[in-house]
């Protein structure tokens, strides 16, 4: 059995007559804590070989797409199906306190909050239906990964570009609104290594930075001089986007009083 990914390669802009449209990585940035880290963690290899692995991928030693799989492949050899481990993360994964706020703001401002993902779209609906409204839950559009499960009850992620290195290249979720006759303004928001396809094709690049010590895409922003706006929460990104929405800031007055904070 196969739960794939929402839309077919490639895939179009799904919003194509807005102003401003939100793109954002789900696990570890509108989440407090990464799922999939979460269950490799306390349930797989553990975190000192998961942060090796990040390591290794910010490094250019492996792919985030090979460094990933084995990430999820160590919760699956250690005998957890994916229906407990939907679960398990349904009891434990929380939203960022200020996501809620953030996203009725884009709402009530027709400004679209699409999720963009390296993720398996069951596990983000589950913990996403478990944290919003119902009708959020549902009017979120989800660009990520999907699951193999096997007929032995084994499972592993299915990748939505399976010959990239990423495994879920972010950057095609960006790139086609280039084209459009009216571009909107981008806005992405990030905080690891699978968010390093998207870092250089946004026009406002927002990276969370939770004090945690793991800050790999304001590592590697910092390391490629990509211009980044650094928050701890939504409610602090909300200012600012809210300052460019708004027409108070420019997207490069925000990005330069970012530098400067």
């Not at 942060?51 to 490094?59: H, T």
């Not at 009530?108 to 069951?122: A, F, L, R, T």
């Not at 996403?128 to 096997?150: F, M, Q, R, Y």
């Not at 939504?234 to 490069?252: H, P, R, S, Y």
Request: charged residues 25%; negative net charge.
């Amino acid at each position: 059995m196969s739960a794939a990914p929402a839309s077919a390669l490639p895939y179009p802009p799904i919003h194509k007559d807005k102003k401003f449209v939100v793109l954002s990585d789900w696990d570890g940035t509108i989440t407090t804590y990464d799922s999939n880290d979460y269950l490799t963690d306390f349930y797989g290899y553990g975190k000192e070989e998961r942060r090796a692995g990040n390591k290794d991928v910010l490094d250019g030693r492996k792919t985030f797409r090979d460094a990933f799989r084995e990430m999820l492949d160590s919760v699956v050899a250690n005998g957890h199906t994916f229906e407990e481990c939907k679960e398990i993360l349904k009891q434990n994964i929380k939203l960022d306190p200020g996501f809620r706020e953030f996203y009725r703001y884009c709402r009530s401002n027709d400004i679209p909050v699409v999720i963009v993902s390296s993720g398996m779209e069951p596990i983000i609906r589950t913990v996403l239906s478990a944290t919003v409204t119902p009708e959020e839950a549902a009017e979120i559009d989800i660009i990520s990964n999907g699951v193999d499960i096997h007929e032995d009850g084994t499972w592993s992620i299915k990748y939505r570009h399976p010959t990239s290195n990423f495994g879920h290249d972010k950057s095609q979720a960006i790139l086609p609104y280039r084209d459009l006759p009216n571009p909107p303004t981008l806005f992405f928001f990030g905080d690891g290594v699978s968010d390093l396809s998207a870092a250089k094709h946004a026009d406002a690049l927002f990276v969370m930075d939770r004090g945690d010590g793991e800050t790999d895409l304001a590592e590697y922003c910092r390391r490629e001089n990509i211009p980044h706006i650094l928050f701890p929460h939504f409610g602090a990104a909300l200012n600012v986007v809210k300052t460019i929405v708004e027409g108070t800031k420019t997207v490069q007055e925000a990005l330069e009083a970012g530098k400067a904070e």
